[in-house]
């Protein structure tokens, strides 16, 4: 079965700070993975998809990266702003694709001004 | 835009009522979730829907079920409310044509058992 792992489960950086986000799943039998963003008290929302065949994607100051073969994906967080406090999640859509993401816990990040 | 919208941002119950959570999308997509989060537990997936009239249990339907009468809509049913059914219950949708576009959610329902 399927299991997502993100660590640490929050962080703290100051402003202006670029940081990783960390995501390890432990089937590569994936059809794609995606990082959500969630601020306190709302639903999620999609910052990033990546396909299985796909290394990274990109999106303004945020990075994700995937490495299937090893079961790890990473977002790169680009000169950090208190904006960006909230909790990211990484999902994975597992073989054969239609079927339910699987969600990490997620990492509750916080940027100090 | 895309849209999931939720029919209630905060919803207060009494143990032992009945309780209709409701899920609107604007996209067209085929499939539906319903989801609980709960801090410690993260999200959870209580039923999905790949069609109207289809409902498959996800990894905690035990106290709940749904109804999926129109493509559009998505309801979550509470038969008999129960104080640990407290939770923020989140709604989702995606396109079962085109596995390449992301999962969209709404806003959220924080619901409160007394």
């Known amino acids: 079965k399927q299991e997502v792992t993100q660590i640490p489960a929050a962080l703290s950086v100051p402003e202006g700070e670029n940081l990783v986000l960390n995501c390890s799943f432990t089937?590569?039998?994936?059809?794609?993975l995606q990082w959500f963003r969630q601020d306190p008290g709302k639903g999620l929302t999609s910052l990033l998809l990546?396909?299985?065949?796909?290394r990274e994607q990109t999106s303004g100051r945020l990075n994700a990266s995937l490495d299937k073969s090893s079961g790890r994906s990473t977002l790169y967080i680009a000169a950090s702003q208190p904006g960006d406090s909230a909790t990211y999640l990484c999902?994975?859509?597992?073989?054969?694709?239609?079927?339910?993401?699987?969600f990490g816990k997620g990492t509750r990040l916080s940027v100090i001004a | 835009d895309v849209k999931v919208t939720q029919s209630s941002r905060y919803l207060v119950k009494r143990t032992g009522e009945k309780v209709f959570l409701e899920c609107v999308q604007d996209?067209?997509?085929?499939?539906m979730f319903w989801y609980r989060q709960d801090p410690g537990l993260g999200l959870r997936l209580i039923y999905f829907?790949?069609?109207?009239?289809?409902?498959e249990k996800g990894d905690i339907p035990e106290g709940y079920s749904v109804s999926r009468e129109k493509k559009e809509r998505f309801s979550l049913i509470l038969e008999s409310a129960s104080t640990n059914q407290t939770s923020m219950y989140l709604c989702?949708?995606?396109?079962?044509?085109?596995?390449?576009?992301?999962?969209?959610f709404g806003d959220g329902t924080r619901l409160s058992i007394l």
């Open positions: 989702a949708s995606s396109s079962q044509q085109d596995l390449y576009q992301p999962q969209h």
């Open positions: 089937d590569s039998a994936i059809y794609n």
């Open positions: 990546i396909q299985s065949s796909q």
């Open positions: 999902a994975v859509r597992p073989f054969p694709g239609n079927t339910p993401l699987v």
């Open positions: 996209m067209d997509h085929e499939n």
């Open positions: 829907s790949y069609d109207v009239k289809m409902k």
